[in-house]
Structures are given as structure tokens and as C-alpha cells.
């Protein structure tokens, strides 16, 4: 499994752009990277997967440069209710490897 | 439309006694995974299920720790024994296959503490 670092903690306010970029140097030809989300008391939730290049959708935007060594999950006008732990994953398989995640902290 | 169910939401236990978590996955879901979650980490797998066959348990910390399936639907995640070590919380995930290109989704977890 590839390993990734990411920080382990963001602070940002409401309206402003969050950009959490992972590391992950040595990633497999065959290795997706996605990101999960997760909130206090719930599961983890998917937001969002890519291979390479830019993916966007309704909740947040990936940017994975040519040599895939790193990716940068972007989440556009952030509001209270995106304080929430951050999860960069990355890999082939079925077994989903989490590691600490970011928190991010959303402030008025 | 229903998402992934976990019962119960919390349990406790002395140590020693036997506790079975329940999760009931989305409809139609083949793929079913369980996931353990200690204080202040991210989740680490313990087991997968394509409809009832059990095809990796690689995950389960001791042979305490027992999953099962039957009918393909419902799943039951067994701990015998309970150790204070086991206190965590426990994520069940279901998705349509196993491939990581479909997204697992998650339920709220049972949060087990054991005394």
C-alpha cells in the first residue's frame, strides 16, 4: 500500500477556499486515489476519486499533477458544517487504508 | 433512500462477555467490509464478504473476533470474550463490488466499551 502524509490539522473561515494536499510518493501504476470525509459519531463518507488529472464534482474539486506523487483536494467556500476530518487514501484494493486525516476547523 | 444501518449504536460490556454488532447494508449491495476505529485514528479493515462467502478476514485482530453473513444481507460481527483493547467503535460498509472504483458507503457505527 502506497503510504500517504497529509497535515494533521487545517484552520480556515467560513467563504474561504481549503486546499489539503497528500503526499504520496510511491504510488502504484494501478492505484486510485480517493477521499473520504468523516464527521464526529458518523462513518466515513466518500466525496471524492480520481486517477489523474482534475476531477470535479458537486462537493469538492482533485488536483493530481502529472507524477501522481501527490494530490491536493479542494473544497471551495467552506461553511460551518465542513469541520470535519479529512481522509487521503490511496490503492488498488478493496481494504481502504485511512491513516490520522486531517481535521479541518471551520471558523465564523 | 436507506443507508447503511448499525445496531447497536452503543454497547457496553464487562470484560469477558460475548457482544454481537449488527449491520443491515444497502439493498443490492454485494460487497461488505467492516472496518475497526480506535479514539483518534482512522479506520483499519478487518473483514470482507461478497454476498455470504467470507473471502478475507486478514484483519481480525484474534480468533475472538469471528463475522458472518449467511444470507448474503445482514451481517453480524462477533467478539467473544471482549478485552478492554477491543474497546473501539465499529464501522460496517457496504458497496456493489469490490473493486476500489466503487465507493463504500458507511454506517454510523456501534461504539463498544468494554470495563
Known amino acids: 500500500l502506497a503510504k500517504t502524509t497529509q497535515p494533521i490539522s487545517m484552520d480556515s473561515y467560513e467563504g474561504q477556499e481549503v486546499n489539503i494536499t497528500c503526499s504520496h510518493n510511491?504510488?502504484?501504476?494501478?492505484?486510485?486515489i480517493t477521499w473520504y470525509q468523516q464527521f464526529p459519531s458518523q462513518g466515513p463518507r466518500f466525496i471524492i476519486q480520481?486517477?489523474?488529472t482534475k476531477v470535479t464534482n458537486e462537493v469538492a474539486s482533485l488536483f493530481i499533477p502529472a507524477d501522481r506523487k501527490s494530490s491536493t483536494l479542494s473544497l471551495p467556500r467552506v461553511s460551518l458544517s465542513d469541520t470535519a476530518v479529512y481522509y487521503c487514501?490511496?490503492?488498488?484494493?478493496?481494504?481502504?487504508?485511512f491513516g490520522a486525516g486531517t481535521t479541518v476547523t471551520v471558523r465564523a | 433512500g436507506a443507508g447503511v444501518s448499525q445496531s447497536p449504536r452503543y454497547k457496553v460490556a464487562k470484560r469477558g462477555q460475548d457482544v454481537a454488532l449488527r449491520c443491515d447494508p444497502i439493498?443490492?449491495?454485494?460487497?461488505l467490509f467492516w472496518y475497526q476505529q480506535a479514539l483518534g485514528q482512522g479506520p483499519e479493515f478487518l473483514t470482507y464478504?461478497?454476498?455470504?462467502?467470507?473471502?478475507?478476514k486478514s484483519g481480525l485482530p484474534s480468533d475472538r473476533f469471528f463475522a458472518e453473513r449467511p444470507e448474503g444481507s445482514v451481517s453480524t460481527l462477533k467478539i467473544q470474550r471482549t478485552q478492554q483493547e477491543d474497546s473501539a467503535v465499529y464501522l460496517c460498509?457496504?458497496?456493489?463490488?469490490?473493486?476500489?472504483?466503487?465507493?463504500?458507503?458507511f454506517g454510523p457505527g456501534t461504539r463498544l466499551t468494554v470495563t
Open positions: 510511491n504510488i502504484a501504476t494501478n492505484d486510485y
Open positions: 480520481g486517477y489523474k
Open positions: 460498509a457496504s458497496s456493489l463490488g469490490q473493486s476500489p472504483s466503487y465507493e463504500q458507503y
Open positions: 464478504f461478497q454476498n455470504e462467502a467470507q473471502l478475507d
Open positions: 439493498s443490492g449491495h454485494v460487497s
Open positions: 487514501l490511496v490503492g488498488d484494493d478493496y481494504k481502504l487504508s
